[in-house]
């Protein structure tokens, strides 16, 4: 299994972009990349996949290198509604390999 | 809207009580999964089933008990051998189409 590592928490204010780094130094071959962002007493949101590159969608834009070893979540001027624990998860494409979610990246954003 | 509905959404339990938490979807989705999460803390995987009539431990599973007879349901049972069950438990399912799992809204479980 790719283990992952992230920051416990960043601080941000409203209208900045916000990066989380996230690293998976053992991801294999078939293993897709997913973050996850999860509110208070809910369940967690998925925001966006990739596999290698870049990806955006109305949310949020995930940078991916070429080793594949470490990727980057960037929420484009966050507000106070994106204070959040966002989680990175390495999965196998056919999700039969159910995974474990770390503590995630605590962020707060400042008014 | 399709999704996946827990009830009950706060549940109070007494030491020594079994109690049965309530997982349902409507996604078509194969495989489903339970989860654990403690205050200030990630999620950790307590069963999880890829189709009907199986099922598999997961990390955190003493205690825990859960059935799939049907396609849309995935009950999980905290019994009393669980000795810290007060918790926010999630249920989960795997979305092939975006390799990305839909979760529910929570149960929170408080041990009175």
């Known amino acids: 299994l790719a283990k992952t590592t992230q920051p416990i928490s960043m601080d941000s204010y409203e209208g900045q972009e916000v990066n989380i780094t996230c690293s998976h130094n053992?991801?294999?071959?078939?293993?897709?990349i997913t973050w996850y962002q999860q509110f208070p007493s809910q369940g967690p949101r998925f925001i966006i996949q990739?596999?290698?590159t870049k990806v955006t969608n109305e949310v949020a834009s995930l940078f991916i290198p070429a080793d594949r070893k470490s990727s980057t979540l960037s929420l484009p001027r966050v507000s106070l509604s994106d204070t959040a624990v966002y989680y990175c998860?390495?999965?196998?494409?056919?999700?039969?390999?159910?995974?474990?979610f770390g503590s995630g990246t605590r962020l707060q954003v400042q008014p | 809207d399709g999704g996946i509905t827990q009830s009950p959404k706060y549940l109070f339990r007494k030491e020594g009580q079994n109690v049965t938490l309530s997982c349902e979807q409507n996604?078509?989705?194969?495989?489903m999964y339970w989860y654990r999460q403690d205050p200030g803390q990630g999620l950790r995987l307590i069963y999880y089933?890829?189709?009907?009539?199986?099922?598999q431990k997961g990390d955190i599973a003493e205690g825990y008990s859960v059935s799939r007879e049907k396609k849309e349901s995935f009950p999980l049972t905290v019994t009393s051998a669980q000795k810290n069950p007060t918790a926010f438990y999630l249920c989960?399912?795997?979305?092939?189409?975006?390799?990305?799992?839909?979760f529910g809204s929570g149960t929170r479980l408080t041990v009175v």
């Open positions: 998860l390495v999965v196998l494409d056919t999700g039969r390999r159910a995974l474990t």
């Open positions: 053992n991801i294999a071959t078939n293993d897709y």
């Open positions: 990739g596999y290698k």
């Open positions: 996604l078509n989705h194969d495989a």
């Open positions: 089933s890829q189709i009907v009539n199986d099922f």
């Open positions: 989960a399912s795997w979305d092939p189409s975006r390799y990305g799992y839909t």
